[in-house]
């Protein structure tokens, strides 16, 4: 690999947000952090790895709940300071089991909420 | 409006990362900042408005350039600490005249860029 995750532009923190969408219903799963090392293993493995900040960890996701997400595309924007993950996700990508973490929205004042769990067959 | 910004989780700086998607293309435009009063004005408004970082100010999309979005739907995660604002775009979203800033991908270990940008009819 040529490309040096470092030439990514990182916060104070050393960590980058990354954004998750469903490679084929374009649908924005959740958003998490990577730092420099998470967006290599991402970019060798093709498994999506975050930086879980409150573990102070990598979160191979997936790697306990099964619900992994893998690598179609990796991509950043303009100002190098934020990343896209596009991905082939298994299973729900929210810890609440719902497809998506974006499942709550603002509506005439109220809050509404969009998706329900998902029944895991297992 | 009932809904209070304030019950949304910033961090330590005041600011929240908010992803904004077409739409109808599904397609990710662009990540930037609100604080609470940013989120507020998005949403009695309509008019998507961040807060810039570097200037340290309000950043109304489009109030220079014309490239408004529109609000068409305000969500936000399951940790209430990232918003998706869903919008309908004017024109490129990215300031390099690109429609979406995530036109970099990394393939093969390079870098390539995915769309050029559009040609302003004005």
């Known amino acids: ?17 990354a954004i998750a969408q469903d490679h084929e219903s374009g649908q924005i799963l959740m ?7 998470a967006v290599r293993q991402t970019l060798e493995t093709g498994r999506v790895t975050y930086w879980s900040r409150s573990r ?6 997936g790697e306990s709940s099964g619900h992994v997400q893998k690598l179609v595309d990796f991509r950043f924007d303009c ?17 609440t089991l719902r497809q998506s973490c974006f499942y709550t929205a603002v509506r005439e004042g109220a809050e509404v909420e969009l998706m329900a769990p998902l029944i895991d067959p297992a």
Chains 1, 2 share one sequence.
Not at 31 to 37: L, P, Q
Request: contains cysteine; hydrophobic residues 45%.
């Open 1 to 17: 690999m040529n490309f040096d995750p470092q030439t990514l532009r990182y916060d104070e923190k050393g960590l980058i947000p």
């Open 56 to 61: 102070q960890a990598f979160w191979v996701k």
């Open 31 to 37: 958003m998490a952090w990577m730092n420099a090392d």
């Open 79 to 95: 100002d190098r300071d934020c990343v896209l993950v596009v991905v082939a996700q298994s299973g729900p990508a929210c810890h």
